[in-house]
C-alpha cells in the first residue's frame, strides 16, 4: 500500500542526504533521528526487507515499529549482493552527505563499500558506523547486540534486586543511546567539515555506549576498589529515594534526597519527628538505612492512592510520579501539552500514533511528514531522481533482481 508524504520540512538538517544501510534498532534509529530533523535519509534495504518489520506487533501486515522506527525516510531495495547492485551504492554515496551502516566490520570492506573505496570519489563523505564493539580492538569481530554489550558494560550487573539474577533492562536503551551519539557524531562531523571540506568516519560501539552510564563507578573502582552491586529500585547511597507500593495496587516513585525535601515530605507524612531520627536526621544517615527509610515511607504510602499521593507531595514541591501505563500516558495532559503522541495520516490504518520529537528547537523544530514507506517503495524514484535512470533502465534492473519496487507514494 503506498503511503502519501507531506513535502516541505524545514528542519535544520533539510538539504542533507543521508543514506542508511542499517537493521534492527541502533542504525534506523539513528536514522530517524537525522530524518525527523530534515535530512532526506534513503533506507537500503536486501530483498527480504530489514528485520525490523517483523518485529513488534502487527496489524494485518502492518509494522507498527516500522511505520514509526522508519518515518520520514525514503526506502528502496538493492541486492548489495550482486555487482551492479553495489555500484548503484557507490553511485549515490557519491552524491551523499552521510552513509550510517551498522554491520560487522570488515562486511562493507569486501562489498566495495568502506569508506576508503567511497571517500575516494566523495571525500566530505560522512560515513557513520554502528557495532558492538566499534572498528578496532580484539573483539571487533564478536556479533553483539544493545542487550549483550550491556552484559559486558556491567549495566546488566547492576539492574535488578540484590537478591536475584541481574534483570533484563525493559526498553532497547543502550541502541536508542547509541542512535543518539551517532546523530550527534554525525552532526559533529558535519560541522568540522563546513570548516575542512573533508569527511571522516564516525565509530559507535553499543558496549561503549552502555559503559557511558557507568561513570559515577569508575573512579570509585580504581580510587577506592568499590564494586558496585545490584540495589532495586534503590538510589545508592541516597533515601528515600525508590518506589512505594500505595493503597491501590501502584507504585510511585519519590525522591526527598536533600534535607529541606525530606522535612517537606514528612511534614506531608505527619511525621516532623522523624528528622530526629539519628536513623534519618542527615542526607549520610539515611543513606546508611536505606531499608529503615524505605519502610517508613512506606508505611505512610500503602495508607494512600497514587493519585492522592502525588497531588498531596506535589503541592508540598516534593518531587513524584505514579509509574505510568502506556494507558496513563495516553491520558496525561503533559504528554498531550508537548505534542509527544502525534497523530500521524496512515495509508492502511487511517492514523497512527507517534512518539514526538525530541529535542525541541524553537525555530527550526524537527517534524514528522510521514511514516515508514513500505519496502521498496521509493526505488524507482531515488533512482531516477538521484541517478537520473530511465524507466526503462530502472525496469531492466528490476528483472535481474538487481533491484525492487514496491508501489510508489502518493502527495499529500
Given amino acids: 500500500m503506498s503511503n502519501a508524504r507531506l513535502t516541505g520540512h524545514t528542519g535544520p538538517l533539510s538539504g542533507y542526504k543521508a543514506i542508511e544501510i542499517c537493521s534492527t534498532v541502533a ?49 528502496m531495495v538493492i541486492d548489495l549482493k550482486t555487482d551492479e547492485g553495489r555500484d548503484l551504492v557507490r553511485r549515490l554515496a557519491a552524491k551523499t552527505d552521510v552513509l550510517v551502516e551498522n554491520y560487522r566490520p570488515g562486511v562493507m570492506e569486501r562489498l566495495g563499500l568502506g569508506y576508503e573505496d567511497l571517500s575516494r570519489e566523495n571525500p566530505g563523505l560522512v560515513m557513520v558506523r554502528i557495532s558492538g564493539y566499534g572498528q578496532t580492538g580484539p573483539y571487533r569481530m564478536r556479533p553483539g547486540y544493545g542487550a549483550i554489550c550491556e552484559a559486558m558494560a556491567g549495566v546488566r550487573h547492576l539492574t535488578g534486586d540484590p537478591d536475584r539474577p541481574p534483570a533484563r533492562v525493559a526498553v532497547a536503551t543502550t541502541d536508542y543511546l547509541s542512535a543518539v551519539y551517532a546523530a550527534f557524531g554525525t552532526v559533529s562531523a558535519l560541522l568540522n567539515r563546513t570548516r575542512t571540506g573533508k569527511g571522516q568516519v564516525v565509530d559507535v560501539a553499543l558496549y561503549e555506549t552502555a559503559f557511558t552510564q557507568m561513570e559515577v563507578y569508575v573512579p570509585a573502582f580504581k580510587t577506592l576498589n568499590l564494586i558496585p552491586k545490584r540495589v532495586g529500585p534503590n538510589l545508592p547511597n541516597m533515601a528515600p529515594n525508590s518506589l512505594y507500593p500505595t493503597r491501590d495496587g501502584g507504585y510511585v516513585l519519590i525522591a526527598a534526597n536533600s534535607n529541606p525535601t525530606f522535612e517537606r515530605l514528612i511534614a506531608v507524612m505527619g511525621r516532623p519527628d522523624l528528622i530526629e531520627d539519628p536513623r534519618m536526621s542527615s542526607i549520610r544517615a539515611r543513606g546508611s538505612n536505606i531499608p529503615y527509610c524505605n519502610s517508613v515511607v512506606s508505611e505512610w504510602t500503602l495508607q494512600h492512592d497514587g493519585s492522592e499521593i502525588e497531588r498531596m507531595l506535589l503541592e508540598a514541591e516534593v518531587p513524584v510520579s505514579r509509574v505510568y501505563t502506556m494507558a496513563d500516558i495516553f491520558e496525561d495532559p503533559q504528554f498531550a501539552a508537548r505534542g509527544m503522541l502525534p497523530e500521524i495520516p496512515h495509508p492502511e490504518l487511517g492514523s497512527l500514533h507517534h512518539p514526538g520529537i525530541v529535542p525541541r528547537l524553537s525555530d527550526t523544530p524537527g517534524q514528522i511528514m510521514h511514516t515508514g514507506p513500505d519496502l521498496g517503495q521509493d526505488t524507482r524514484q531515488v533512482l531516477a531522481d538521484e541517478l537520473q535512470l530511465s524507466p526503462r533502465e530502472i525496469d531492466a534492473l528490476v528483472e535481474r533482481g538487481i533491484v525492487a519496487c514496491g508501489e510508489p507514494a502518493e502527495p499529500a
Fill in 27 to 75: 542504525g534506523p534509529a539513528c536514522g530517524r533521528i537525522l530524518a525527523d530533523f530534515g535530512a532526506d535519509v534513503i533506507k537500503i534495504e536486501p530483498p527480504s526487507g530489514d528485520p525490523l518489520r517483523n518485529m513488534g506487533k502487527h496489524v494485518g501486515d502492518v509494522s507498527l515499529y516500522a511505520a514509526t522506527a522508519l518515518r520520514n525516510k525514503r526506502a
